[in-house]
């Protein structure tokens, strides 16, 4: 049985998610933000296999290269956001400098697409391609259980005024990949609590 436990981390409370087997030992880490001394001490004893991004804002990869350099796991990102890990005018974080130092990591070892799939600890996770927020946002699907970063909250979606936003494409990726799911589909978002496809659809005022 896979462990879902969610860490809000950093200035802006983004939400990391691990995904890890009690049995063994092994995790995933999804966002892993600044800050992120809560989660490390979770995963101390656990065998980090991947890191997987949603998108490469700086609040939602504050955490990378501290967790991949004492893990020494691979990141995965989409190919439209790879050079913002590298970039802190890209990811956001030399726009608020009073939030932290300026993010730049070391490039991700794997790209992530559209209809791919993800295997670890034994289960299968589909990546959804869902730009709007941003133009490499992604979402991953894990059974009843969707990852979806900064593209769909709980009665709210993603701003779209950062660079490479777009609204109509935001709403597009969540009305023609995500509102499509099964109602029980729980949602994680990288901000705030969890919800469910079935209750956005039915009560999110803008979508």
Not at 53 to 75: S, W
Not at 173 to 192: A, E, T
Request: glycine residues 10%.
């Amino acid at each position: 049985m896979i462990k879902i436990e969610s860490f809000v981390l950093g200035p802006v409370s983004t939400n990391a998610y691990l995904l890890s087997d009690p049995e063994t030992g092994k995790g995933i880490i999804i966002d892993p933000g600044m800050n992120p001394k809560s989660l490390i001490k979770k995963i101390a004893d656990l065998d980090i296999v991947a890191i997987l991004l949603t998108h490469a804002h700086f609040d939602h990869i504050g955490g990378v290269d501290e967790i991949r350099k004492l893990k020494r796991c691979p990141v995965y990102i989409h190919d439209l956001e790879a050079d913002w890990l590298t970039n802190p005018k890209k990811n956001g974080s030399a726009r608020w400098p009073d939030l932290g130092a300026p993010i730049e990591t070391d490039p991700a070892e794997y790209a992530l697409d559209e209809g791919q799939t993800l295997e670890f600890l034994g289960i299968k996770l589909k990546v959804f391609h869902t730009p709007g927020h941003s133009p490499g946002s992604v979402s991953f699907l894990y059974e009843k259980h969707l990852f979806s970063g900064d593209v769909l909250f709980k009665l709210s979606v993603g701003r779209t005024d950062l660079l490479g936003g777009d609204n109509n494409v935001l709403l597009d990726s969540i009305q023609d990949k995500l509102f499509l799911l099964d109602d029980d589909v729980i949602v994680y978002p990288g901000h705030g609590a969890k919800t469910t496809i079935g209750f956005e659809r039915d009560n999110n005022p803008y979508v």
